[in-house]
């Protein structure tokens, strides 16, 4: 039996996977992460210690799924499920906002998305949210800085404001979340 996880241990592995996505510049697809209760994993694969470096008991180890099929994505995650070793899971996808565009299109089709994207006023943003079977759930929105072209010097760390806070997408989350439930 693992031992319980630090208090932060998701916003923690939320943040972590934020950064590695960021670490490639803007413009990427959408990401998939499981989430395993790293003790756990180091009982069942003694071999990644190494690789996990100075991962502790009580913590979380984010896995990246192969790359997602070009799949709309309420659809993808109606087709999502996890095996039981899996603690939770995370998603991490990029999100274009347009002054006065309407919430309630809340999955524009193709040619609202191509309007919102040569928008002059538009703003990038890329949203990492993650839930645990539990129910405990943890966000990081980025919002990317003016002007910045992609490019993110790893030296300078990753563009553009961030904003965590469990509430943020909280149908994606429980999208998320129902992936994790036992399918009848």
Same mark, same amino acid.
Request: aromatic share 2%.
């Given at each position: 039996?693992?031992?319980?996880?630090?208090?932060?241990?998701?916003?923690?592995?939320?943040?972590?996977?934020?950064?590695?996505? +960021? =670490?490639?510049?803007?413009?990427? *697809?959408? &990401?998939?992460?499981?989430?395993?209760?790293? /003790?756990? !994993?180091?009982?069942?694969?003694?071999?990644?210690?190494?690789?996990?470096?100075?991962?502790?008991?009580?913590?979380?180890?984010?896995?990246?799924?192969?790359?997602?099929?070009?799949?709309?994505?309420?659809?993808?995650?109606?087709?999502?499920?996890?095996?039981?070793?899996?603690?939770?899971?995370?998603?991490?996808?990029?999100?274009?906002?347009?002054?006065?565009?309407?919430?309630?299109?809340?999955?524009?089709?193709?040619?609202? +998305? =191509?309007?919102?994207?040569?928008? *002059?006023? &538009?703003?990038?943003?890329?949203?990492?949210? /993650?839930? !645990?079977?539990?129910?405990?759930?943890?966000?990081?929105?980025?919002?990317?800085?003016?002007?910045?072209?992609?490019?993110?010097?790893?030296?300078?760390?990753?563009?553009?404001?961030?904003?965590?806070?469990?509430?943020?997408?909280?149908?994606?989350?429980?999208?998320?979340?129902?992936?994790?439930?036992?399918?009848?």
């Amino acid at each position: 039996m693992s031992a319980p996880l630090l208090p932060d241990a998701l916003a923690a592995a939320v943040r972590e996977i934020e950064l590695h996505v +960021a =670490a490639s510049g803007w413009d990427q *697809p959408p &990401r998939l992460f499981a989430l395993a209760d790293t /003790a756990f !994993l180091l009982a069942e694969e003694p071999q990644l210690a190494e690789q996990l470096g100075g991962a502790t008991a009580g913590t979380i180890t984010s896995i990246e799924q192969e790359e997602l099929p070009q799949t709309p994505l309420p659809e993808l995650l109606a087709g999502l499920g996890w095996s039981d070793e899996v603690s939770g899971c995370a998603l991490v996808l990029e999100l274009v906002a347009v002054p006065g565009a309407d919430d309630e299109d809340a999955v524009p089709d193709a040619d609202q +998305a =191509a309007r919102a994207s040569a928008h *002059p006023e &538009r703003q990038d943003m890329r949203l990492a949210v /993650a839930v !645990l079977r539990d129910g405990s759930r943890a966000s990081v929105l980025r919002v990317r800085a003016d002007g910045a072209n992609g490019a993110t010097d790893p030296a300078a760390g990753p563009d553009g404001e961030t904003i965590e806070d469990t509430d943020l997408a909280t149908e994606l989350a429980e999208a998320l979340y129902a992936t994790l439930q036992p399918s009848d």
